[in-house]
């Protein structure tokens, strides 16, 4: 039996600023997003996405405003990085990998029961993987990698999940298989948040859309959120500092974005 899963709670932030490494990367981002509410995040490059599932997390802090988990703990929260910052030369096998997200229940130094070990294999399948459990982890392809850490996302069981490019550099098939398993946890009432690129992607799944641009351009109904004007915006936005001209306010954007709720 899998231990009980917290509650959802909402995720607020309230006139949130994070720098990185001594840039701020998101400047002054207001809004909810809603117990088990599926949303994505997207923006131009360096505009704060990835910056802003690291804050929730707790791996940066906010230099100005804050952000409000309501007493969830870090270990309620499951978090899927880029795969370009894990390294995977580390000798340890698929299972391993994967009974690593176990930790939270067992302890950095508890026993991996078997009850938890079946959890684990019972991920394996659940993408895919039957017989790979004993593979080290360099010796899989990019999609069958990433399997492995949605199957270690699996056994979290955690109430919010954050990912990070979920579907960068991987099949359509991997890609199709992994986007079920967010529609699972949809389903199930967690709360997934996720950096995006495909706008046709976000499109189809993902009923709310944070566009960022390191300042909030719009948050809400994707359709609303991702139309021409406001993505025209975002685009604005992204040359401006790209050409070097630092921080700008796009005032005639941002407040309505500020207050909004991801419902």
Same mark, same amino acid.
């Given at each position: 039996?899998?231990?009980?899963?917290?509650?959802?709670?909402? /995720?607020?932030?309230?006139?949130?600023?994070?720098? @990185?490494?001594?840039?701020?990367? /998101?400047? #002054?981002?207001?809004?909810?997003?809603?117990?088990?509410?599926?949303?994505? $995040?997207?923006?131009?490059? +360096?505009?704060?996405?990835? !910056?802003?599932?690291?804050? $929730?997390?707790?791996?940066?802090?906010?230099?100005?405003?804050?952000?409000?988990?309501?007493? &969830?703990?870090?270990?309620?929260?499951? @978090?899927?990085? =880029? =795969?370009?910052?894990?390294?995977?030369?580390?000798?340890? !096998?698929?299972?391993?990998? %994967?009974?690593? +997200?176990?930790?939270?229940?067992? +302890?950095?130094?508890?026993? $991996? !029961?078997?009850?938890?070990?079946?959890?684990?294999?019972?991920?394996?399948?659940?993408?895919? &993987?039957? +017989?790979?459990?004993?593979?080290?982890?360099?010796?899989?392809?990019?999609? =069958?990698?990433?399997?492995? &850490?949605?199957?270690?996302?699996?056994?979290?069981?955690?109430?919010?999940?954050?990912?990070?490019?979920?579907? *960068?550099?991987?099949?359509?098939?991997?890609? *199709?298989?992994?986007?079920?398993?967010?529609?699972?946890?949809?389903?199930?009432?967690?709360?997934?948040?996720?950096?995006?690129?495909?706008?046709? =992607?976000?499109?189809?799944?993902?009923?709310?859309?944070?566009? $960022?641009?390191?300042?909030? %351009?719009?948050?809400?109904?994707?359709? !609303?959120?991702?139309?021409?004007?406001?993505?025209?915006?975002?685009? *604005?936005?992204?040359?401006?500092?790209?050409?070097?001209?630092?921080? #700008?306010?796009?005032?005639?954007?941002?407040?309505? *974005?500020?207050?909004?709720?991801?419902?």
């Amino acid at each position: 039996m899998s231990a009980p899963r917290p509650a959802p709670v909402s /995720i607020d932030m309230e006139d949130l600023t994070v720098a @990185y490494d001594r840039r701020p990367a /998101i400047h #002054h981002l207001s809004g909810s997003f809603a117990p088990g509410s599926l949303t994505a $995040i997207v923006g131009p490059n +360096g505009a704060g996405k990835s !910056t802003l599932l690291k804050a $929730i997390m707790g791996l940066l802090r906010p230099s100005e405003g804050r952000i409000d988990t309501h007493g &969830l703990p870090r270990s309620a929260i499951a @978090y899927l990085p =880029q =795969q370009a910052e894990i390294d995977r030369s580390f000798p340890i !096998t698929v299972a391993d990998t %994967v009974s690593l +997200g176990l930790w939270a229940g067992a +302890g950095i130094l508890g026993a $991996i !029961t078997r009850e938890r070990r079946a959890r684990a294999m019972a991920a394996l399948h659940t993408v895919g &993987l039957e +017989g790979f459990a004993e593979r080290p982890i360099g010796n899989l392809s990019v999609g =069958q990698f990433q399997r492995v &850490l949605f199957a270690r996302l699996l056994v979290q069981e955690a109430a919010v999940v954050l990912l990070d490019e979920p579907f *960068a550099a991987i099949d359509e098939r991997t890609a *199709a298989d992994l986007m079920r398993i967010v529609m699972r946890w949809h389903e199930e009432g967690r709360t997934v948040i996720a950096v995006l690129h495909d706008l046709d =992607q976000v499109r189809r799944h993902f009923p709310q859309t944070l566009l $960022i641009a390191r300042e909030p %351009v719009a948050w809400g109904p994707t359709q !609303t959120a991702l139309c021409e004007e406001t993505l025209r915006r975002a685009r *604005a936005l992204s040359e401006t500092w790209s050409n070097g001209h630092g921080h #700008h306010t796009a005032a005639n954007g941002a407040h309505g *974005a500020r207050n909004g709720r991801a419902a």
